[in-house]
């Protein structure tokens, strides 16, 4: 790979969901990161995007993390999110948050030209190809409407899952359309959330697969939690679960054994 020096110094912001409920997604992330050739640091006084403030209608909250935030990524070569959630964030709504902010603002787009989502980091900007083989199952993937809307992901994790030995995704009716998480959508909206992930997990169990991946947590928490309900046998895994090869340990919403 190179001496380290020539490495792109990455900032992986791991996000709150990750954090939280799913560290092996960074896990992951990093190994995926490494194996592309970059030098991978996970900064302590990283905080929340802000996302959750801007989105319930608390501006100066968000800005508050926002300016935060850019206090603690703003020196890496490049800022890689596993979410197209968080990446919108970063990517499109931080540097019109801070506009008005003649300190921040100017830092916040700079920082938001080289924060990308983890899939179109590793395909367009890092030229990764090939990846381990996968174990065979029957598996297909959900777009999450931020990853596609915002960041334009939708080749990249077919070419990524098909570059590996048995992977193949079979594509489902509404891969595309939204699953009803939205963030506080799903609690502001319960009855038409519920709705919007039935229609999501009928689609997928059309399929025959056994797996869904997709490139947000909060999508699959919501999908895998519906899927649970339904008493269905899909497992959910996180896309960099899959592209790692660890997708072999308990699925989202799974327990231990």
């Known amino acids: 790979m190179g001496d380290k020096s020539n490495k792109p110094r990455i900032g992986l912001f791991a996000t709150c969901l990750v954090d939280m409920f ?11 990161l490494e194996r592309a050739g970059c030098e991978v640091v996970v900064p302590e006084a990283q905080v929340c995007c802000g996302q959750p403030a801007y989105n319930s209608g608390a501006p100066e909250d968000a800005k ?33 948050l801070l506009g008005d902010d003649e300190e921040y603002g100017p830092r916040a787009e700079a920082l938001a030209k080289k924060t990308h989502e983890l899939l179109f980091f590793l395909y367009r900007i890092m030229g990764m190809r090939e990846l381990p083989d996968m174990d065979g199952q029957a598996m297909t993937y959900h777009d999450s409407c931020s990853s596609l809307r915002e960041h334009g992901v939708r080749p990249e994790p077919r070419a990524l899952i098909n570059s590996m030995k048995n992977g193949q995704i079979i594509e489902h009716e509404t891969k595309d359309v939204c699953c009803g998480f939205g963030g506080a959508f ?39 939690g519906r899927l649970k309900k339904r008493g269905s046998n899909i497992k959910a895994y996180h896309v960099a679960e899959v592209l790692a090869g660890h997708a072999d340990g308990p699925a989202i919403g799974e327990g231990e054994q």
């Open 64 to 96: 508050e993390f926002g300016r935060q935030f850019v206090d603690a990524f703003e020196h890496f070569d490049y800022v890689v999110v596993p979410s197209g959630s968080c990446g919108g964030m970063l990517n499109h709504h931080l540097p019109t």
């Open 186 to 224: 799903c609690v502001k909206y319960s009855d038409i959330s519920t709705s919007m992930v039935d229609k999501k997990c009928a689609s997928l169990e059309e399929t025959g697969a056994t797996m869904v991946a997709a490139g947000d947590l909060g999508c699959l928490l919501n999908i895998a």
């Open 22 to 32: 799913r560290p092996n997604v960074g896990f992951s992330t990093i190994e995926l």
